[in-house]
């Protein structure tokens, strides 16, 4: 089953306003969850790091104050878009790794945003 | 940024046919993962090589890590439309999480 969930799946906003997408880890604590972006066909593209009590890294070309990431416990990661614009419209992934092993890598499902 | 080209970045084939895919760095990786994404999902682990030179089997999917620990192929035999997909290799998780460029397949029926 799953072991990271993302909320929503697909979301579609009018432009100018804000959107909010969760991660969660299942049944695992997660200190550090990252966050993707990807257009159709591309690979994912490393946006941030989120870090639990602290500030998350930002990717050089990422726009901190566009998207907001707040790692509010060690299971629920949020990132927030705003001000959407069309151009922001993409699909977003998170991940969270388990502690210890190469292999301890789980991503979400996925969030599609749409913005009009 | 740890780079880790992909090619080819697109291969459409028909039902039945071979392929390979490639991973290549001028980084030399502890170890290196392989990923397909279906259309919509997350990325899904396939397999995870570790020592230079090895070679693991998935089924009808071969996977080989270069001696050298730079660069990986994925070879796929008689291919199949479940077999569609976006293949994406990184190196293991550590601090940031970087992925291959990726190879987007299409498996003709």
Redesign the interface.
């Known amino acids: 089953g799953a072991v990271v969930s993302q909320h929503p799946s697909r979301v579609i906003c009018k432009s100018g306003t804000s959107v909010k997408i969760e991660c969660r880890s299942l049944d695992f604590q997660a200190t550090t969850m990252f966050w993707y972006r990807q257009f159709p066909k591309k690979s994912l593209m490393l946006m941030a790091t989120s870090n639990e009590g602290s500030k998350a890294t930002y990717e050089q070309g990422v726009e901190k104050d566009k998207f907001l990431i707040n790692h509010a416990s060690l299971t629920l990661s949020t990132l927030t878009v705003t001000s959407a614009h069309p151009e922001d419209s993409s699909f977003y992934i998170c991940s969270a790794p388990l502690a210890g092993g190469p292999d301890a890598q789980y991503f979400g499902p996925g969030t599609r945003l749409t913005v009009l | 940024t740890q780079l880790l080209e992909?090619s080819p970045q697109?291969l459409s084939i028909q039902e039945g046919e071979n392929l390979t895919v490639y991973c290549n760095s001028s980084s030399v990786f502890?170890?290196l993962?392989w990923y397909r994404q279906e259309p919509?999902?997350?990325?899904?682990?396939l397999v995870?090589v570790?020592t230079g030179g090895e070679v693991k089997k998935l089924k009808r999917l071969t996977f080989q890590f270069g001696d050298a620990r730079k660069d990986s192929s994925l070879h796929i035999t008689a291919a199949q439309p479940g077999d569609t997909g976006?293949y994406?290799c990184a190196p293991?998780?550590g601090?940031?999480?970087?992925?291959?460029?990726?190879t987007?397949l299409t498996v003709i029926p």
């Open positions: 992909q697109f502890s170890s993962q919509g999902e997350g990325p899904v682990l995870t570790v976006l994406l293991s998780p601090n940031q999480f970087y992925f291959g460029t990726g987007s």
